[in-house]
Structures are given as structure tokens and as C-alpha cells.
């Protein structure tokens, strides 16, 4: 029978949570509650606080019997994470809370393969929900009123989640009519757009392209899949999101970014795209700290900031230094003649002394192993010649 995990605070949200196990059940699901308040014990959980706490690698006293409730919080995150994880039976995750909960389910549910329903039934779900989302595809509801007691509303709202969950656990995807393709993650931005064309169309024939565009949340996204075994080799063209996450632009990765490729050794071809900007909203955004800087008003909404040598150089020491932790088939590759459509001769961001910055830092970094190739190519990143030379070393190594 599909497994539905309805997890909550079962000392202060256990009547909601029974309630919507009970419709998970009349649904034709079977509902496992699993108890992750902090307080303590609740009545009525098929898995309790102190199994979910004794998962936490500092044991359950890291979790449970704390007087601050943020750590106590955080511990029990920690905790629910790894034991959900070694769950073979997920049929669906069903979650119900307010802020606390919210943040304490989600961070279990994003550490889930995509493609595991996920629901979280929560009282922040009409703000801003991308801390809870992430790069994963869990489903946020708003619960409309608290989270507090069986009443007209949360009737409706909880058991309409429930019957959602219940339905994805019982009915998951068909499987394909035909053989599948193997998938490959390819990152693409505006000013990367030409280069991603041509090997798209190039590899459409043999291969799944799941374009993802580098806004922070696409080249984590495009991470989470390879994380989750679902492509099978990594074309990271464009990696304009790590300037933004050291110089403060609105499209950030994180300190994890190229982590997937270290963890799953997926072949990986990779390049320096519209490194050669840091990217912020209107124009009136830009941090004071930067006047007098080389900006570009790509459209009223997202003004684009030339980065510096200086700034180059610590762009190529944050790649290399991960590329170099790499163990599986890796090439990464120098477009010479420029980073995007316009770091070439006549636009707005041609700067040689600022490529050549990136470039000896990545080329003096670089560590040579057989599993692990630098590529020059004396040609701009959309040019003809730097999209043979990426397809080349993809087919090269896959």
C-alpha cells in the first residue's frame, strides 16, 4: 500500500495531524504519522520525537530537552532529514505547521529525490516561500487560517492536502511510452543564449537538454537533479551566479555550487559564462558602494555591473578551487575571446585585462589529473568554433 508520512508537531498540531492521517486513510493511502515536536511527547505517533531526535549525529540530547528553541528547532531539522532520507517506502510527504514546522519539514523535503511528492500545508505560504522551495519541487499550501484546531476552514484546507497526497502516493507517473533519452543539464543566460542553442541542437537528436536559466535558483535546481540521479552528465556553460554570490547580485548560487559534480563524479563540461557580470535590479539598486563602476541596463528591471580584475581573480579562485575537488570526467574550457555577447570587441564589456585576470587565476590554479582536462579555445563563448570545441570534449568524456 502507498505510504503517505504526515509529519508534525504532534504536542501542539496533534488533532490536525490525526485528522489529516484519517483522510489519508479513507483515501486508500496508509498514513504514517511521524512526530517531530520538541516540548515534548504527543499522543498518537506512529514514529516518535525521540526516534526522529536519535538520528541527529550528535544523538537525540542535541534535539530534545533544550531550553532554546531555535537550536532545539534546528536539531530536530537535522535529525528528520537523515532519518526521512533512508525511507525506501515514500509514497508521499504530507507536512502542517506554522514558520517553525514550515522551516523544520521543508529542509527534510528538499533533501528528497525530485519527483517524491512533497505537500506542506503552512501558515507562511502565501509569502515569500523560495527559502522553503529551494531547487526542489515540493508544493507549498496556505493553510488560510492557523494551523490551530479542526474548524470550518482548516477542515476543508487540511483534507483537500491530504486527498492530494494520498492521490500522488496512489497514482505515480506512467512510465515512458518509449525508451528515454538520458538527460543532460545545461545552465544559459541571456547573454550565453547563442552557445547553448548550438550544442542543444547539436545533442536534441541523442539526448534530454534541460536548459536551466542561471538565476541562483536554476543552477541549483539543475544541481538537485544531478543529486537525484536524474541526468546523466552536466554542460555548465554559464556560471554567472558566483559573482553575484560573492559581490552581492540578485541571482546568488551558494557555497555548495559545483558541489553536485564533486559528490555524483557525473561527467562535467564546464566554462566561465557571463562571468564578466554581476547582476542587480533597476538601475536605482545598484549598491552605493559600486558608483562610478561600468554598469548596462539590460532592461528597466535588471541592471548588469562589469567586474573588475581584482574581482575576476577571486571568480576564478572560488571555480577552481572546486574543480579541482572534481573526481570524475572533467573539462573545463577558456572562451578567449570573451565571456558573453558583450565581453567582445565594440560592446560594453570588452575587458581584456579583466578576462585575462579570470583566466590566468583558473589556468595557474588548475590542478591536470587524467580524469581532469583545461581547455583554451581562441574564440568568444558564442562563436562556432568555442560550441564545437564544448562538443568535442562532451563526447569526448561521456
Known sequence: MATVYVIGTMDTKGAELRFAADCVRRAGARPVLVDVGTKGPGDGADVTAAEIAAHHPDGAGAVLGLNDRGAAVAGMAEALTRWLSARTDIGAVLGLGGSGNTALVTQAMRALPIGTPKLMVSTVASGNVAPYVGPSDLALMYSVVDVAGINGISRRVIANAAHAAAGMALNPPPAATAAEKPGIGMTMFGVTTACITMLREALDADYECYVFHATGAGGQSMEKLADSGLVAALIDITTTEVPDHLFGGVFPCTEDRFGAAIRTRLPYVGSVGAVDMV????????????????????????????????????????????????????????????????????????????????????????????????????????????????????????
Open 279 to 398: 547582476n542587480f535590479g533597476a538601475k536605482d539598486t545598484v549598491p552605493a558602494r559600486y558608483a562610478g563602476r561600468t554598469l548596462y541596463v539590460h532592461n528597466p528591471q535588471v541592471t548588469l555591473m562589469r567586474t573588475t580584475p581584482e574581482e575576476n581573480r577571486a571568480i576564478g579562485r572560488f571555480i577552481v578551487e572546486r574543480l579541482n575537488r572534481m573526481e570524475g570526467p572533467v573539462r573545463f574550457l577558456l572562451p578567449l575571446g570573451g565571456v558573453s555577447a558583450i565581453d567582445v570587441p565594440g560592446m560594453p564589456f570588452h575587458d581584456p585585462a579583466a578576462d585575462a585576470a579570470l583566466f590566468e587565476t583558473i589556468r595557474s590554479g588548475f590542478v591536470p589529473a587524467p580524469n581532469r582536462r583545461l581547455i583554451e579555445v581562441d574564440a568568444a563563448i558564442n562563436d562556432r568554433a568555442f560550441a564545437d570545441a564544448v562538443l568535442t570534449a562532451f563526447r569526448e568524456i561521456v
